[in-house]
């Protein structure tokens, strides 16, 4: 559907290329974009990547942005299609679970891979777990 | 220098104040505007580059203010004058032609009253109803017209054109020329067809670091001379250095650009006037420049480099390398240029559309225009931007005024591009240092940017406003200001010498309407 750029053209800024498996749904690249050509919404249990390529203007300020290196430039630029819906590139993340309480959380399966040290890793719980224990914390120091 | 000559203006000292290396900030009283406006431009023969309306009401307390930009010679003077809500607002625009544009400008957009007799729409269409103030703060971004009062339907004495366009231009233009026989009396321009609010956009939904790719796309020839310009002026704003790795990298990207701009008027020239074989050649260099962009930032026009604070990415040894075999490439082919000026169709248009230097100053023409009347200002050498300092170079003046100079003026700059571009391309900072400087957003600093784009000074002001965005940003695209020229060149010459006259203006009409298009899906 989409023109590749040929050996002569393998510069060419083209629009950029979304890597599923490393992204985290974080959002920045829908930030930053100047004309709002990227969106990322969570629906369910899985996060949706969607990227309006007739929208596109293909500055890449985006790739900039990727705090995890998942947007790369693309080679591809040409965006003729026989239909709207072809514009539209969508890609699905599946969303972490909270591993205390097994709710949904905003962002994808991913971050496992950037997460380094240990007290990141038990910070990873969802919004409604961190305020309980942060309660029961409170409940502790009140008794003393 | 500066001080001495507002001082023989009459302005105050205490009102002066020095916001930048080479910015000096006034405040007026609403009386003396007309006087110290009349001193400095027509007396003193400063350059007069733009004015335009602010709505404070978001910084200060409700007031609105006028602000006009005069320069001269290595500093830009910013003359500010507050009012009153209601209060009618101050003109030169009597005296000074060239004001007249923006000041029309300013009452449209923000609905400023004025004892003047003038229609109450300029660049907005004549059927919005006259609630519709775009650039007040308080009307949103995102109003939908269709909720508000129907708009006005019909104009009295209003006639319809059904072919407006002459095949020689391709973009949103109405030139309507008024002749008897074979001489044209009057020409009015009608445009801003395109206006589609870029400003206000940048000033509400963008963000400060989000502008410059807008702004690049204000015009599909000299997209990357406004990118500098914006981002030059919120360096100027917020004080913030450029690396010189920064500064060199779009000295030489601005001067390809004026290659790739004045390559395809002067082709369009030689089609025009019946010389094909030119034509073709010319662009086949032309092909060349644009090849240099792709290698250099991967893509043919829209270069995507500027960000505020320096460039985004930088360029490798390799890549030089392959551009400076295509400059030279360019340099043969470009032996064309002498076969276009000796051309017995180009020595027609000698005395033809004549500008003289005194109007030409009056209506404040820029650029190629204004350098073949004589007027001997150039924004690359006058007010130093980028790395013009350390490069060196001629700036061709020519006195005649003709429609011949105008195309000649363009073929000499294009030599002179061609030898900046081999300079910078020698310098080792080209691909070594830092990139880009940090910079932390304050409200309320003013910042002027300036860039000599191809067809002229191009001036972008911005104020600051909170929470990292613009306040008010304006776009002055030079032909704004050289399209004021178009009765003083026209009346008197033959109705088939009109579209190359105009053509030799180098009118480019997206610039002038600050087209672009963001719309929420």
């Known amino acids: ?144 | 220098m500066v001080i001495k000559i507002l001082e023989e203006c009459e302005v105050d000292p205490q009102n002066v104040s020095k916001i930048g290396p080479d910015t000096f900030l006034i405040d007026l009283d609403k009386r003396q505007l007309r006087d110290v406006i009349k001193c400095l431009v027509l007396d003193k023969g400063l350059h007069f580059s733009t004015c335009l309306g602010v709505d404070y009401s978001g910084l200060r307390q409700g007031s609105m203010a006028l602000i006009y930009v005069v320069t001269r010679p290595s500093s830009k003077i910013i003359i500010r004058v507050t009012l009153n809500e209601n209060e009618s607002i101050p003109y030169v625009h009597d005296i000074l032609p060239a004001a007249e544009w923006c000041e029309l400008e300013a009452m449209d957009l923000l609905g400023l009253k004025t004892s003047l007799p003038v229609e109450d729409r300029f660049i907005l269409h004549w059927g919005l109803p006259s609630k519709v103030q775009p650039l007040r703060k308080e009307f949103k971004h995102n109003t939908r017209l269709s909720n508000m009062v129907s708009c006005r339907v019909s104009k009295p004495e209003d006639f319809v054109e059904v072919d407006p366009h002459h095949p020689f231009f391709y973009e949103h233009e109405d030139f309507l020329i008024k002749a008897i026989g074979n001489r044209i009396v009057d020409v009015l321009y009608i445009g801003s067809y395109i206006n589609r609010g870029i400003e206000k956009v940048g000033e509400s939904r963008l963000k400060m670091e989000q502008v410059p790719f807008i702004a690049e796309r204000i015009c599909g020839i000299c997209g990357f001379t406004h990118s500098t310009a914006y981002c030059q002026a919120v360096e100027s704003a917020l004080d913030i250095d450029v690396p010189e790795r920064a500064r060199f990298e779009r000295t030489l990207m601005l001067e390809l650009e004026r290659l790739e701009s004045h390559l395809l008027l002067l082709a369009l020239i030689a089609y025009s006037v019946g010389l094909r074989d030119i034509f073709l050649g010319l662009l086949r260099s032309r092909e060349i420049v644009m090849n240099a962009c792709d290698i250099l930032v991967g893509n043919r026009k829209m270069y995507g480099l500027n960000v505020i604070g320096g460039v985004r990415y930088g360029f490798e040894t390799r890549q030089i390398r392959d551009v400076k075999e295509l400059i030279k490439k360019l340099k043969t082919s470009l032996k064309i240029l002498d076969a276009l000026k000796e051309s017995q169709e180009l020595r027609k248009l000698k005395d033809v559309g004549v500008l003289p230097k005194e109007s030409a100053h009056k209506l404040g023409a820029v650029g190629p225009v204004a350098r073949a009347s004589g007027i001997d200002y150039d924004v690359r050498r006058d007010l130093p931007y980028a790395a013009y300092e350390e490069v060196d170079f001629d700036v061709p003046i020519m006195d005649q005024g003709d429609t011949y100079s105008r195309i000649v003026i363009r073929c000499e700059e294009v030599i002179q591009s061609v030898r900046i571009i081999e300079q910078v391309l020698n310098r080792d900072v080209l691909t070594k240092g830092d990139l880009r400087t940090e910079y932390y957003p304050a409200p309320g600093k003013i910042g002027v940017g300036m860039t000599e784009a191809p067809r002229g000074e191009n001036v972008h002001l911005v104020i600051t406003g909170h929470d990292s965005r613009l306040y008010r940003w304006k776009v002055r695209a030079p032909t704004y200001a050289n399209l004021a020229v178009l009765r003083a060149v026209l009346v008197g010459e033959s109705p088939r010498d009109a579209p190359v006259i105009i053509a030799s203006l180098d009118p480019c009409l997206s610039c002038t309407d600050r087209l672009v298009m963001v719309r929420r899906t």
């Open chain 1, 1 to 144: 559907m989409y023109r590749q750029a040929s050996d002569g053209e393998k510069n060419m800024r083209g629009y950029p290329r979304h890597d599923p498996d490393k992204c985290i749904g974080c959002g920045a690249c829908s930030n930053v974009c100047p004309t709002d050509s990227i969106t990322v919404r969570v629906s369910g249990d899985r996060i949706e990547w969607i990227h309006n390529v007739a929208r596109c203007i293909r500055c890449c300020f985006c790739v900039d942005h990727c705090p995890t290196g998942a947007l790369s430039v693309g080679e591809e630029y040409s965006m003729i299609a026989d239909s709207i819906d072809k514009l539209y590139i969508l890609h699905t993340i599946d969303v972490e679970k909270c591993p205390k309480c097994g709710r949904t959380m905003t962002y994808s399966v991913n971050v496992e891979k950037h997460v380094a040290s240990r007290t990141e890793k038990a910070s990873m719980s969802c919004e409604r777990c961190k305020i309980e224990s942060l309660l029961r914390v409170v409940e502790k120091v009140r008794r003393v």
